[in-house]
């Protein structure tokens, strides 16, 4: 008697009810070649980093066999649990592997991470992750030396280059400059972007009046979707409203949101509304900061 052949696609369909089940995913991918890709892409789809996964993390992607960074799309690494200020007693980003693995606390500082991550890249994803969103959550970037900074964006750049959407929740910036120059400008394909900052730089500082330059910090001109939450929203407004001159390229922001908005920050908003009237089709606006509160929803007129 010929054995049933059941059809890939069936077989796929099947799988995917498994999805909150990882065990048996686990199991599944055991069973025979044609059933790991699919699998993996459930249980390794996304990937949440803590103090607890990420020396682990690290050490699956290492071995030699390993096909997991292949199907990773989402990556979300809370910074405060990897621990995001850089320890004294470690070596610079460029550390070797094998010494990164022989933490006695198994924990990773984030640079330290990032580096061990593109060493694996380069070996497996020579022309960078194929992570598609990324979240990085409780991030001191000021916490970092200026060196460091530039060799943490330029890691970011390599292992990153086809990233569309990034988080930054809870993340303390010195100033919109820096988010410019030492985040966002590591994401060149990034057209979404979801933010709850924590600028040091004084309000009033960073948006006196003066003439507007070339050398003004700009966001990212593909943008498509931008999500802003906290008392760090009002310096994002005000740069988006002072984006639209000669000498930047105008943002083509399709979907914006504002997350617990005050009455001081109204001025920014009509600011950032006005330079955004010409591409703008959705806006959302809530006045609480708590993530289930209501919003507003309005559809500019075309």
Not at 89 to 118: C, G, R, W
Not at 227 to 243: F, H, K, P, R, Y
């Amino acid at each position: 008697m010929t054995p049933t052949v059941i059809p890939v696609e069936l077989v796929e369909i099947i799988i995917d009810f498994l999805f909150d089940d990882s065990k048996t995913l686990g199991t599944c991918s055991l069973v025979c070649s044609a059933w790991v890709a699919r699998t993996r892409h459930l249980l390794f789809g996304t990937v949440h980093l803590d103090r607890r996964r990420s020396t682990t993390f690290i050490d699956l992607l290492s071995h030699p066999c390993s096909t997991i960074l292949a199907r990773i799309h989402r990556l979300d690494i809370d910074c405060g649990a990897v621990t995001s200020c850089p320890s004294t007693h470690q070596p610079p980003i460029e550390t070797n592997l094998s010494s990164t693995f022989k933490l006695e606390e198994a924990v990773l500082p984030f640079d330290s991470f990032l580096s061990a991550l593109k060493r694996i890249a380069i070996l497996h994803a020579p022309r960078g992750t194929g992570i598609r969103c990324l979240r990085l959550s409780n991030l001191d970037w000021t916490a970092y030396p200026l060196e460091l900074q530039s060799s943490i964006t330029t890691t970011l750049g390599l292992l990153f280059p086809t990233t569309t959407s990034l988080g930054l929740d809870h993340v303390i910036l010195h100033d919109i400059r820096q988010l410019n120059s030492s985040v966002l400008c590591a994401f060149p394909s990034l057209e979404r972007l979801e933010a709850r900052l924590k600028f040091l730089k004084y309000l009033e500082s960073s948006m006196a009046p003066r003439a507007v330059s070339r050398n003004d910090p700009k966001l990212p001109a593909g943008l498509k979707e931008v999500e802003l939450a906290d008392d760090g929203m009002a310096t994002v407004l005000n740069c988006i409203a002072q984006s639209q001159t000669d000498f930047q390229p105008r943002l083509n922001v399709h979907h914006l949101s504002l997350e617990g908005c005050t009455p001081e920050m109204f001025p920014y908003v009509s600011g950032a509304l006005k330079a955004l009237s010409g591409s703008l089709k959705t806006y959302r606006l809530s006045f609480l900061p708590e993530k289930d509160n209501y919003f507003y929803e309005v559809c500019p007129a075309s």
